[in-house]
């Protein structure tokens, strides 16, 4: 939040320079990671194993939600007043939301928490390996994250360059990004309404659907082509959000789920690396080709994963595990 004020105030007064991004955008990763970890524990902590699968889903639905307004909210700002601006604006809703955490509900649920033990970083390091290898279910789930996030999500940054391409004005391009979150809320939605019974299935066809549905989206020739293919392709991602976190969770053990909350932060530490990649493929083959490139590499390994590792395909919901134990 301050870092994001402190961008602003530069920006505002003409003394950000290109190199200090890098930093912002590694502590923003940092920042969001350990967000991301720790805000999931807590809604299960808070609802437990049995409501868990609607729980996330809805989790999910809020955090579109709030990809959603916020890029409608940055790109008004940004072409009315502009970029620095639209990030003190963004700083003042991290505020609020940070002050809204004062009316979190405390809660005495004990089924969730792992037993206290003194040991290292590089034990705890090794225990976490350990469980990936002797976990297969978990290995399953953990290679599906890494290549959404390496080949799915790491479109993000080609938005501009689309939009640029097809004549969108910056509000336009705020919209088109904007279609991001609403996908991902209208997948979430389906996915709390719906609960479906092989939760691994949607977990799968959420990144599947989402990165064959990137192609017309890189290609697209006009706003409402890009904003609506963009919309349902983050509808599959929507899938993909509101059930990660559940499977992974479910799959381990209680005295497990902080190093496999952990293990899944790594997997999705691959979206720097992949929108890297991306970058430079759109440096000399543009933007749409670079999109097009990933989602296709992205689907094809996909395929393989899921051939090789088909323990996902058998995961269902939290609620039917609980039952038959």
Known sequence: MPIVAVIGLLEVTEQLFVWMIYPFLMFAGIGWVGDMTSRRALVFEIVGTKKIDNAMAYESFTLAS?????????????QRLGIGE??????????????????????????VAAPKTE????????????????????LSILGVTFLANFFLFSYFPAVQRIGDRIGASPSQVGLIAAMTGFGMMTGSFIIGMWEPKHRGRAYIGGVAFGMLMLMPFATSNSVPMAAGALFIAATGSGFFGATQSTLVLTTVGSDM????????????GA??????????????????????????????????WVFTHPELLAMGRSVDAAATE
Do not use: C, Q
Request: no cysteine; hydrophobic share 60%; aromatic share 6%.
């Open 66 to 78: 709030g990809v959603a307004v916020g890029n409608l909210i940055g790109g008004g700002v940004a």
């Open 86 to 111: 639209a990030f003190l604006v963004v700083s003042v809703l991290l505020l609020v939301g940070f002050i809204s955490l004062k009316w979190v509900p405390r809660t005495s649920f004990t089924d």
């Open 119 to 138: 040991s290292s970083t590089v034990a705890e390091l090794k225990a976490g390996l350990a469980l990936v290898r002797t976990n297969r279910a978990l």
């Open 271 to 304: 979206l720097p690396i992949g929108t890297f990649l991306l970058g430079e493929i759109a440096e000399i083959y543009g933007a749409p080709a670079a999109v097009v490139v990933m989602a296709s590499t992205g689907l094809v390994l996909l395929i393989l």
């Open 257 to 268: 789920r902080g190093r496999a909350m952990g293990l899944l932060s790594m997997a999705i």
